[in-house]
């Protein structure tokens, strides 16, 4: 009898070795990473919930209540925020970024007699304390209570690069980079007694990833994360902001750090939150970006996935420009090889630091055709706040900071703010769409075909960004059967027959309309 118990535990113990070492995930859960929907938030531009904070006395000068001044501070803040998640719960999503909240500079940085405040957050002066602007650490703990009531993630932009504008030789400009612990001055950039920042300049090759990461990144002062002052106090910072619930961490500027330091200080997270959600900002240029291999080891290596700049400049040329789906289908499968895990990527149409969609194509019907395929291609897909309100203004292309424009209304009945909702369902309910292999079923100019598979789970999703159009003979791993459109017609997608022919699974012929996008699966969704 004991034998056969030892034998049993033998046979169950290899079994779930073998599971685990072919990568087997629980195709149970809808809890893991894969499954998230993110909601990024300029805290400032959302929503003016407490309106005592719009123009705190301590940093006194900052504010424009007429929204016209974009490069001030516009009264949005952590109870605006709080108020609306109900609203942002509504689209399915299931993380929400928020924009840096630690205490920034208190006076502006003066650049050609205009006044720059950074209600962006990415000019820090204390990493330990909330910025006035936005509230206080109730608020803040309000906030991440509300949301996890609501079964909703925290993900803070966290920007431990640098502190904030600073000049070596004009120490009254600006805070002058001044870094605090608590509220006790540590330094400044031109009395850096504890040797804080980096000293050498600007930077001036882009290519070179030692100029990036020992130099500024335009006038910011440049921490150095090998000094172990600055070290503890970072990490003491985000376990700080971790002690206080958030998630996970958007990493800001993270190529202008050391990826060793970047590492450790990923595993300085994992110790206190296992699960952590971590990503970063590795911009990239695009294809050709020759610090693209430090981009692929930076996210194969440290800890932290990386914003998928590659697949974005890639889906903004497609269905912003017009260029062929066939170099989204190339991106697509280069980029599963190099990374170790795609399926981690986070994958967005725009982000606050470039144009946001509407503002390079002002076609509605494209930019939906863009957000489904976020939803249903391989990574975690991130939305811009008001994308679902099609918010944009186009002054200046749309560049920052008229990217950032304050949100205007919460609608939850538009076009977008539905298909987001329908399509996180979708995300949900499948592992296909969390971790599914891609398969390409069809690729031409205007149409894309793709399948999504993950055990029995099976998506197939058609987008057609030209005019009406027929395929025919295109196999599937659906079976044979009538599969009505996920969307129900929301983005004039159709129904499909599949038939079985010559021992394969085919559509034999199928028309998509002009601008659709039909979703076809065999996944019951509640
Ligand atoms: C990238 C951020 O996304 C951008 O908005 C910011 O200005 C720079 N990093 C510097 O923090």
Not at 134 to 151: C, I, L, Q, S, Y
Not at 188 to 194: A, E, I, L, M
Request: aromatic letters at 12%.
């Amino acid at each position: 009898m004991r034998k056969n118990v030892k034998l049993f535990a033998v046979i169950i113990l290899v079994f779930s070795l073998l599971l685990t070492s072919c990568g087997v995930k629980d195709t149970t859960s809808s809890n893991v990473p894969e499954s998230d929907v993110i909601y990024q938030v300029m805290i400032d531009r959302f929503y003016n919930g407490d309106k005592s904070n719009d123009d705190p006395e301590v940093s006194k000068g900052m504010f424009d209540p007429t929204y016209t001044n974009w490069r001030m501070y516009w009264g949005g803040d952590l109870k605006g925020l709080t108020e609306k998640i109900p609203y942002i719960k509504g689209m399915g999503v299931t993380a929400i970024w928020i924009s840096p909240v630690v205490d920034n500079i208190n006076k502006p940085a003066i650049y050609n007699g205009e006044i720059n405040a950074p209600y962006h957050g990415y000019w820090a002066r204390d990493f330990k304390r909330v910025e006035e602007h936005f509230g206080t650490w109730e608020d803040f703990d309000n906030f991440v209570k509300t949301a996890h009531a609501n079964g909703i993630k925290v993900v803070l932009d966290f920007a431990p690069n640098h502190t904030s504008p600073a000049d070596e030789n004009n120490p009254d400009f600006a805070e002058n980079g001044a870094l605090y612990d608590d509220g006790k001055l540590l330094g400044t950039y031109s009395n850096d007694v504890n040797k804080l920042f980096h000293h050498n300049g600007g930077i001036t090759n882009w290519n070179n990833l030692k100029d990036l990461q020992d130099k500024n990144l335009f006038d910011l002062a440049d921490l150095d994360q090998s000094n172990p002052i600055v070290d503890k106090y970072l990490k003491d910072s985000i376990k700080l902001w971790f002690s206080h619930g958030i998630d996970g961490v958007r990493l800001d500027a993270a190529k202008h750090m050391p990826m060793e330091w970047v590492k450790s200080f990923a595993n300085t997270i994992y110790s206190v939150k296992k699960d952590a959600l971590l990503f970063a900002e590795w911009m990239l240029s695009g294809p050709t970006d020759p610090l693209y291999g430090y981009n692929i080891q930076f996210a194969n290596t440290t800890g932290f996935s990386v914003l998928d700049f590659m697949l974005n400049r890639v889906i903004r040329d497609v269905f912003g420009k017009g260029y062929g789906f066939d170099r989204l289908n190339d991106t697509i499968e280069e980029t599963n090889k190099d990374y170790d895990n795609p399926y981690k990527l986070i994958t967005f149409i725009d982000n606050h630091d470039m144009p946001r969609f509407l503002s390079i194509n002002y076609d509605k019907d494209k930019m939906h055709e863009a957000i489904a395929f976020i939803m249903t291609s391989r990574g975690i897909p991130a939305i811009y706040y008001g994308t679902e309100q099609y918010l944009h203004n186009d002054t200046n292309g749309g560049n920052d900071p008229y990217n950032r424009p304050m949100m205007e209304k919460f609608d939850g009945n538009t076009k977008a703010y539905v298909l987001i909702r329908e399509l996180s369902k979708l995300r949900k309910a499948t592992p296909a769409l969390q971790y599914g292999k891609t398969v390409a079923r069809y690729v031409s100019d205007d149409v894309y075909i793709y399948e999504r598979q993950y055990g029995k789970d099976i998506v197939v999703v058609a987008i057609n960004k030209g005019e009406e159009t027929t395929v025919k003979n295109i196999e599937t791993s659906l079976r044979k059967g009538k599969y009505s459109d996920y969307l129900k017609g929301l983005l004039e997608g159709v129904n499909l027959k599949v038939e079985r022919r010559n021992s394969e699974n085919n559509i034999l012929s199928i028309t998509l309309p002009k601008d659709s996008v039909s979703i076809w699966t065999n996944v019951r969704v509640k």
